[in-house]
Protein backbone atom coordinates (compact mmCIF):
# COMPACT_ATOMS: atom_id res chain seq x y z
CA UNK A 1 0.00 0.00 0.00
CA UNK A 2 0.75 3.81 -0.28
CA UNK A 3 -0.53 6.64 1.63
CA UNK A 4 -0.22 10.11 0.17
CA UNK A 5 -0.23 12.98 3.32
CA UNK A 6 0.59 15.99 4.51
CA UNK A 7 2.15 15.52 7.64
CA UNK A 8 -0.52 18.19 9.49
CA UNK A 9 -3.63 16.88 7.75
CA UNK A 10 -5.48 14.90 10.37
CA UNK A 11 -7.62 13.10 8.02
CA UNK A 12 -4.41 11.50 6.58
CA UNK A 13 -2.99 10.93 10.32
CA UNK A 14 -6.18 9.16 10.97
CA UNK A 15 -5.74 7.16 8.26
CA UNK A 16 -2.11 6.34 8.98
CA UNK A 17 -2.82 5.50 12.82
CA UNK A 18 -5.53 2.15 11.21
CA UNK A 19 -2.84 1.39 8.89
CA UNK A 20 -0.46 1.17 11.85
CA UNK A 21 -2.67 -0.57 14.44
CA UNK A 22 -3.99 -3.37 11.76
CA UNK A 23 -0.52 -3.87 10.97
CA UNK A 24 -0.31 -3.45 7.45
CA UNK A 25 2.71 -2.34 5.48
CA UNK A 26 2.57 0.90 3.73
CA UNK A 27 4.65 3.56 1.95
CA UNK A 28 4.30 6.84 3.08
CA UNK A 29 4.00 9.44 0.53
CA UNK A 30 4.70 13.35 1.83
CA UNK A 31 3.05 15.22 -1.11
CA UNK A 32 4.98 18.38 -1.76
CA UNK A 33 2.19 21.73 -0.74
CA UNK A 34 2.86 23.40 -3.71
CA UNK A 35 3.78 20.61 -5.92
CA UNK A 36 0.70 18.19 -6.50
CA UNK A 37 1.33 16.76 -10.23
CA UNK A 38 1.80 12.88 -9.11
CA UNK A 39 -1.33 13.15 -6.49
CA UNK A 40 -3.56 14.89 -9.58
CA UNK A 41 -2.00 12.44 -12.10
CA UNK A 42 -2.16 9.08 -10.05
CA UNK A 43 -6.31 10.55 -9.03
CA UNK A 44 -7.29 11.62 -12.44
CA UNK A 45 -7.38 15.67 -10.87
CA UNK A 46 -8.09 14.99 -7.15
CA UNK A 47 -5.53 17.15 -5.39
CA UNK A 48 -6.63 16.44 -1.80
CA UNK A 49 -5.55 14.00 0.81
CA UNK A 50 -5.10 11.59 2.50
CA UNK A 51 -5.62 8.50 -0.77
CA UNK A 52 -4.59 5.24 -0.30
CA UNK A 53 -2.85 3.15 -3.13
CA UNK A 54 -3.81 -0.72 -2.31
CA UNK A 55 -1.95 -3.56 -2.88
CA UNK A 56 -4.28 -4.14 -5.65
CA UNK A 57 -3.67 -0.56 -7.78
CA UNK A 58 -7.00 0.89 -6.26
CA UNK A 59 -7.12 4.47 -5.53
CA UNK A 60 -9.25 5.40 -2.96
CA UNK A 61 -10.14 8.73 -2.21
CA UNK A 62 -11.71 10.43 1.24
CA UNK A 63 -10.70 9.11 4.33
CA UNK A 64 -14.29 7.96 5.09
CA UNK A 65 -14.34 6.25 2.69
CA UNK A 66 -10.64 5.25 3.16
CA UNK A 67 -11.50 4.08 6.81
CA UNK A 68 -14.88 2.05 5.84
CA UNK A 69 -12.77 -0.21 3.24
CA UNK A 70 -9.85 -0.69 5.75
CA UNK A 71 -12.37 -1.56 8.75
CA UNK A 72 -13.96 -4.10 5.86
CA UNK A 73 -11.31 -5.41 4.90
CA UNK A 74 -10.16 -7.14 8.10
CA UNK A 75 -10.11 -4.17 10.71
CA UNK A 76 -13.43 -5.49 12.29
CA UNK A 77 -11.86 -4.73 15.83
CA UNK A 78 -12.13 -1.25 15.20
CA UNK A 79 -15.72 -1.10 15.20
CA UNK A 80 -16.58 -4.28 17.53
CA UNK A 81 -20.11 -4.76 17.82
CA UNK A 82 -22.60 -3.42 19.78
CA UNK A 83 -20.99 -0.21 19.22
CA UNK A 84 -20.81 0.35 15.60
CA UNK A 85 -23.12 3.41 16.08
CA UNK A 86 -21.81 5.71 18.82
CA UNK A 87 -17.86 4.63 17.00
CA UNK A 88 -18.96 5.78 13.87
CA UNK A 89 -20.80 8.84 15.15
CA UNK A 90 -17.76 9.83 17.30
CA UNK A 91 -15.76 9.47 14.75
CA UNK A 92 -18.09 11.70 12.37
CA UNK A 93 -18.07 14.48 15.46
CA UNK A 94 -14.12 14.25 15.21
CA UNK A 95 -13.87 15.14 11.49
CA UNK A 96 -16.59 17.61 11.56
CA UNK A 97 -17.48 19.81 14.94
CA UNK A 98 -14.22 18.90 16.72
CA UNK A 99 -11.73 19.59 13.44
CA UNK A 100 -13.22 22.91 12.76
CA UNK A 101 -12.36 24.20 16.12
CA UNK A 102 -8.86 22.15 16.54
CA UNK A 103 -7.17 23.62 12.74
CA UNK A 104 -8.42 27.02 13.78
CA UNK A 105 -6.25 26.68 16.57
CA UNK A 106 -3.49 25.01 14.83
CA UNK A 107 -3.88 26.94 11.58
CA UNK A 108 -1.19 29.98 12.27
CA UNK A 109 1.59 27.30 13.49
CA UNK A 110 1.12 24.87 10.37
CA UNK A 111 1.51 27.52 8.27
CA UNK A 112 4.60 29.10 10.08
CA UNK A 113 5.98 25.23 9.62
CA UNK A 114 5.92 25.52 5.72
CA UNK A 115 9.42 25.60 4.64
CA UNK A 116 9.59 28.05 2.28
CA UNK A 117 7.58 31.74 1.45
CA UNK A 118 5.67 30.67 -1.50
CA UNK A 119 3.55 27.30 0.24
CA UNK A 120 3.57 29.67 3.21
CA UNK A 121 1.48 31.90 0.85
CA UNK A 122 -0.44 29.12 -1.00
CA UNK A 123 -1.65 27.73 2.32
CA UNK A 124 -2.74 31.27 3.60
CA UNK A 125 -4.17 31.93 0.28
CA UNK A 126 -6.20 28.46 0.08
CA UNK A 127 -7.54 29.21 3.95
CA UNK A 128 -8.32 32.77 2.80
CA UNK A 129 -10.64 31.71 0.00
CA UNK A 130 -12.84 29.72 2.29
CA UNK A 131 -12.74 31.65 5.27
CA UNK A 132 -11.92 34.98 4.14
CA UNK A 133 -9.43 37.61 4.49
CA UNK A 134 -7.12 37.68 7.31
CA UNK A 135 -8.58 34.62 8.71
CA UNK A 136 -5.44 33.16 9.84
CA UNK A 137 -4.02 36.23 11.75
CA UNK A 138 -7.99 36.23 13.52
CA UNK A 139 -7.54 32.52 14.64
CA UNK A 140 -4.06 33.43 16.58
CA UNK A 141 -5.63 36.45 17.72
CA UNK A 142 -8.88 34.78 18.91
CA UNK A 143 -6.93 31.12 20.17
CA UNK A 144 -7.58 31.78 23.86
CA UNK A 145 -11.42 31.78 23.26
CA UNK A 146 -11.09 28.72 20.77
CA UNK A 147 -8.87 26.65 23.47
CA UNK A 148 -12.42 27.58 25.35
CA UNK A 149 -14.39 26.11 22.34
CA UNK A 150 -11.94 23.20 22.26
CA UNK A 151 -11.98 22.24 25.93
CA UNK A 152 -15.60 22.19 25.84
CA UNK A 153 -16.08 19.74 23.06
CA UNK A 154 -13.62 17.91 24.56
CA UNK A 155 -14.34 17.85 28.40
CA UNK A 156 -16.35 14.73 28.00
CA UNK A 157 -14.06 12.50 26.18
CA UNK A 158 -10.76 13.39 28.63
CA UNK A 159 -13.00 12.69 31.51
CA UNK A 160 -13.46 8.97 29.86
CA UNK A 161 -9.74 8.87 28.94
CA UNK A 162 -9.25 9.66 32.81
CA UNK A 163 -10.64 6.07 33.54
CA UNK A 164 -9.88 3.71 30.67
CA UNK A 165 -7.10 3.95 27.83
CA UNK A 166 -9.05 4.79 24.74
CA UNK A 167 -12.70 6.17 23.90
CA UNK A 168 -14.32 2.80 24.12
CA UNK A 169 -12.14 0.86 26.19
CA UNK A 170 -8.72 -1.08 26.35
CA UNK A 171 -8.27 -1.15 22.51
CA UNK A 172 -8.50 2.08 20.16
CA UNK A 173 -11.45 2.18 17.59
CA UNK A 174 -12.15 4.31 14.87
CA UNK A 175 -13.28 6.77 16.91
CA UNK A 176 -9.73 6.72 18.44
CA UNK A 177 -8.41 7.12 15.03
CA UNK A 178 -9.97 9.98 14.51
CA UNK A 179 -9.47 11.81 17.61
CA UNK A 180 -5.66 10.60 17.21
CA UNK A 181 -5.69 12.44 13.91
CA UNK A 182 -6.34 15.91 15.51
CA UNK A 183 -4.20 15.30 18.10
CA UNK A 184 -1.21 14.92 16.05
CA UNK A 185 -2.18 17.88 13.81
CA UNK A 186 -1.81 20.11 16.64
CA UNK A 187 1.59 18.36 17.85
CA UNK A 188 3.07 18.86 14.16
CA UNK A 189 1.93 22.95 14.22
CA UNK A 190 3.19 23.47 18.03
CA UNK A 191 3.96 21.28 21.14
CA UNK A 192 2.69 23.41 23.52
CA UNK A 193 -1.01 23.67 21.89
CA UNK A 194 -2.28 20.35 22.76
CA UNK A 195 -0.94 20.71 26.40
CA UNK A 196 -2.76 23.52 26.37
CA UNK A 197 -6.19 22.40 25.89
CA UNK A 198 -6.05 18.76 27.91
CA UNK A 199 -2.56 17.98 29.44
CA UNK A 200 -4.08 14.75 29.72
CA UNK A 201 -4.18 14.19 25.55
CA UNK A 202 -0.38 14.33 25.59
CA UNK A 203 -0.26 11.02 27.46
CA UNK A 204 -3.37 9.66 25.01
CA UNK A 205 -1.56 10.24 21.87
CA UNK A 206 1.69 8.45 23.03
CA UNK A 207 -0.43 5.67 24.23
CA UNK A 208 -2.42 5.78 20.90
CA UNK A 209 0.69 5.98 18.71
CA UNK A 210 2.34 3.00 20.45
CA UNK A 211 -0.76 1.10 19.91
CA UNK A 212 -0.44 -2.20 17.87
CA UNK A 213 -3.02 -4.77 17.56
CA UNK A 214 -1.59 -8.98 18.10
CA UNK A 215 -3.98 -10.08 16.08
CA UNK A 216 -6.55 -8.28 13.29
Known amino acids: MKLHRFRYSPYARKVQAVLDWLGHRY ?11 E ?3 LTGGYIQVPVLVTDGGQVLKESRD ?13 V ?6 P ?3 YHDF ?20 WPTPGERALYTFIKERKFGAGCVDAWLRE ?6 RAQKLLAPSVRTLSQQPFLFGDTPTLADAALLGNCLMLQEGDVSLLPRI ?3 LVNYTERASAFRFREV
Open 87 to 89: IWA
Open 198 to 200: APE
Open 143 to 148: RGSLVS
Open 66 to 78: ICEHLVQGGGAAL
Open 27 to 37: ELCEVPYADRN
Open 39 to 41: LAA
Open 80 to 85: PSPFEG
Open 94 to 113: ADGPLEDVLFRIGSPAVQRA
